[in-house]
């Protein structure tokens, strides 16, 4: 009996000994699970083109220049717009037959001063030229005053820069008679209010506009770019008058 009992001890103390073992073996046989919740993110992957666009359009605010281009509008036939981007800030942009029904060129500009629109001589206006002002300097054109060809050079170029609007980028083939790289630009947002107009945009390498094709039609940089001036000069004396619309007003209230 007693022989028995010392047998049972010693496999006790055997089992004892070697348990442990056996269990660290079997918990070393699978790996530890992953921690969760304190390792980073996955980064997402870089949109290139978006990135090359944001870069060019930021080249472009910082690019001062006098310039000229073929405006192909939707409808009518096309002229040639000016654009001023002068080194204090100020801009300048002059589109032919816009107002009256195409019989009153006008010119748009943005100071520290203000916003301006003003009437230039022309078939439809056959006096000096002259300047309203229609708000602050940040301030929108109102939509019925708004020829939208100056927003590639100004306001747009902010949209195009900044990483959080709701746009989809992609490289698109070069405009006819366009030198750069151009880019199809679509808007990700269901709003009726896009902040900008979806389209094709092209810069040169130095940040130069070189074309636009968007609703309101194609402009394309014509020739080489001019020195910009210090400050724009606006294109009249300020008057206290009313702005000139698209329509022909009637003889009333001209």
């Given at each position: 009996m007693h022989a028995h009992r010392r047998a049972a001890r010693r496999l006790t103390g055997a089992l004892a000994l070697t348990l442990p073992a056996l269990l660290a073996a079997c918990v070393n046989d699978h790996p530890e699970p992953a921690p969760t919740g304190t390792a980073d993110p996955v980064p997402v992957q870089v949109d290139a083109a978006r990135d090359e666009l944001a870069g060019l359009a930021a080249a472009a605010q910082d690019r001062h220049l006098t310039a000229t281009y073929t405006f192909a509008p939707a409808d009518g036939a096309p002229r040639t717009v000016t654009v001023t981007s002068a080194n204090d800030g100020s801009w300048r942009v002059d589109v032919p037959g816009w107002?009256?029904?195409?019989?009153?060129?006008?010119?748009?500009?943005?100071?520290?001063?203000?916003?301006?629109?003003?009437?230039?001589?022309?078939a439809g206006w056959a006096r000096a030229a002259a300047c309203v002002r229609l708000g602050d300097p940040d301030d929108a054109v109102p939509r019925r005053l708004d020829p939208r060809v100056q927003h590639p050079f100004t306001d747009w170029l902010e949209v195009l820069t900044d990483r959080r609007a709701p746009l989809a980028v992609a490289p698109a083939t070069p405009l006819r008679g366009v030198t750069g790289r151009c880019y199809a630009v679509d808007s990700t947002s269901a709003s009726l209010n896009a902040p900008l107009d979806v389209g094709i945009y092209c810069f040169r390498e130095d940040g130069t506009p070189a074309g636009v094709r968007a609703a309101f039609g194609t402009l394309t940089?014509?020739?080489?770019?001019?020195?910009?001036?210090?400050?724009?000069?606006?294109?009249?004396?300020?008057?206290?008058?009313?702005?000139v619309g698209q329509d022909t007003p009637s003889p009333e209230t001209s």
């Amino acid at each position: 009996m007693h022989a028995h009992r010392r047998a049972a001890r010693r496999l006790t103390g055997a089992l004892a000994l070697t348990l442990p073992a056996l269990l660290a073996a079997c918990v070393n046989d699978h790996p530890e699970p992953a921690p969760t919740g304190t390792a980073d993110p996955v980064p997402v992957q870089v949109d290139a083109a978006r990135d090359e666009l944001a870069g060019l359009a930021a080249a472009a605010q910082d690019r001062h220049l006098t310039a000229t281009y073929t405006f192909a509008p939707a409808d009518g036939a096309p002229r040639t717009v000016t654009v001023t981007s002068a080194n204090d800030g100020s801009w300048r942009v002059d589109v032919p037959g816009w107002a009256h029904r195409g019989t009153v060129d006008v010119s748009l500009a943005g100071t520290s001063d203000g916003l301006f629109q003003c009437a230039l001589p022309s078939a439809g206006w056959a006096r000096a030229a002259a300047c309203v002002r229609l708000g602050d300097p940040d301030d929108a054109v109102p939509r019925r005053l708004d020829p939208r060809v100056q927003h590639p050079f100004t306001d747009w170029l902010e949209v195009l820069t900044d990483r959080r609007a709701p746009l989809a980028v992609a490289p698109a083939t070069p405009l006819r008679g366009v030198t750069g790289r151009c880019y199809a630009v679509d808007s990700t947002s269901a709003s009726l209010n896009a902040p900008l107009d979806v389209g094709i945009y092209c810069f040169r390498e130095d940040g130069t506009p070189a074309g636009v094709r968007a609703a309101f039609g194609t402009l394309t940089l014509a020739g080489e770019p001019g020195a910009a001036p210090a400050t724009v000069e606006l294109a009249g004396a300020v008057t206290e008058g009313e702005p000139v619309g698209q329509d022909t007003p009637s003889p009333e209230t001209s």
